[in-house]
């Protein structure tokens, strides 16, 4: 074993007597495992377009099916600067 741990060595302090290695796998446990990210498929009728402007406000990008900003299409402003 070649295994040289410093005493200085930070530790997970609210885990006392346990090895940070087992304190990672109780992290990994509490948070889940991470699940795959699946990309979506590029829509061409929904893909931002950035060269245009909204009919409505003005904005960009917008959505090529509707002619109009996100929160103008899907009434979210959360989706303001192509974020849908
Ligand atoms: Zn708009």
Do not use: Y
Not at 22 to 45: F, N, Q, Y
Not at 52 to 81: D, H, K, N, R, Y
Request: glycine fraction near 12%; charge should be negative.
């Amino acid at each position: 074993m070649a295994n040289k741990r410093k005493s200085s060595r930070p530790r997970f302090s609210h885990h006392p007597g346990i090895s940070d290695q087992h304190a990672l796998e109780i992290v990994r446990e509490t948070l889940g495992t991470p699940k795959p990210v699946i990309a979506k498929p590029a829509d061409p009728d929904t893909e931002p377009d950035w060269g245009g402007q909204c009919e409505v406000c003005g904005a960009s990008p917008i959505v090529p099916a509707t002619g109009m900003c996100g929160p103008c299409t899907f009434g979210e402003a959360e989706t303001a600067g192509g974020n849908w």
